[in-house]
């Protein structure tokens, strides 16, 4: 990224995928203090949140677009949510752990349009610090450092290893051009490196550094948004990034607020 460009906003990232669906239908997960999910447009919006930062019944009642459920995001997906609801774009943006945003994509999944989008937020750590999965860990070690880091972003990185490794069904790329969220849709890849469940999670933030540009895919948003119509005149399908990765490769993969809501 040129150092005088501004990253992109998460909610203009948001708008402009919303944007590319006639009636966009839009789910975020981990809404806070509704900063992005108030700024994305969509005909219909559900927020999911434990801890809503805001009054939600009144926004509900000035937003009625907008449906607010106060619980965690496992309860809405497995007590909630109709099974036969889906959405065109899903953000992910809860607790910034892998093994909870791997549950939550795999929820995300199951709700996601045929052609629609799932994004997941803080998949690029700038530091160590930020990439610590325990939060009091994060608060702790920034104190004893007196770290002006504010980020905290987990070890959500190691969702888009699994991507990667396991789900040869979904394509992805990560924006290079802000801070770190990973796109993904369904489009089947051809290649996928032989990295075990046990590797992924055993992932260090040493090795991530090492392989982070080849494994998260980076690329500029507008060359992840390039699209191909199908089926209606604003309902699109991305095609999978070219990327030289050998399906045979043996080796491992490679304030402070939860980042920015």
């Not at 919303?18 to 108030?38: C, H, I, S």
């Not at 987990?154 to 990667?164: L, S, W």
Request: aromatic share 8%.
């Amino acid at each position: 990224m040129n150092e005088q460009e501004k990253p992109l906003r998460r909610s203009n990232v948001l708008k402009r995928l919303t944007n590319l669906y006639e009636k966009p239908r839009y789910l975020e997960v981990g809404v806070a203090r509704g900063t992005t999910f108030n700024r994305v447009p969509a005909q219909r919006k559900v927020a999911v949140d434990p801890l809503f930062r805001f009054d939600h019944e009144a926004m509900g009642r000035e937003h009625p677009e907008a449906t607010y459920h106060p619980v965690t995001s496992d309860e809405y997906f497995n007590t909630i949510i109709e099974a036969d609801e889906e959405f065109d774009v899903i953000y992910l943006d809860g607790l910034h752990v892998y093994d909870q945003t791997l549950r939550d994509l795999l929820n995300a999944l199951e709700h996601l349009q045929p052609q629609g989008v799932i994004v997941i937020d803080d998949t690029r750590p700038p530091t160590y610090l930020a990439s610590l999965p325990d939060r009091e860990q994060f608060f702790q070690l920034r104190r004893a450092t007196r770290s002006l880091g504010k980020q905290w972003m987990g070890d959500v990185y190691k969702t888009v290893y699994f991507i990667e490794a396991l789900c040869p069904h979904l394509s992805y790329a990560t924006i290079v051009n802000n801070h770190g969220q990973t796109v993904v849709w369904r489009t089947r890849r051809d290649e996928t490196p032989r990295v075990t469940v046990k590797e992924i999670g055993d992932l260090t933030f040493e090795r991530f550094q090492q392989t982070q540009e080849e494994v998260l895919r980076l690329q500029r948003f507008g060359e992840i948004r390039r699209l191909r119509p199908r089926n209606s005149p604003r309902s699109v399908v991305l095609s999978s990034p070219t990327v030289s990765r050998s399906s045979t490769s043996t080796s491992s993969p490679r304030s402070a607020e939860p980042s920015g809501r």
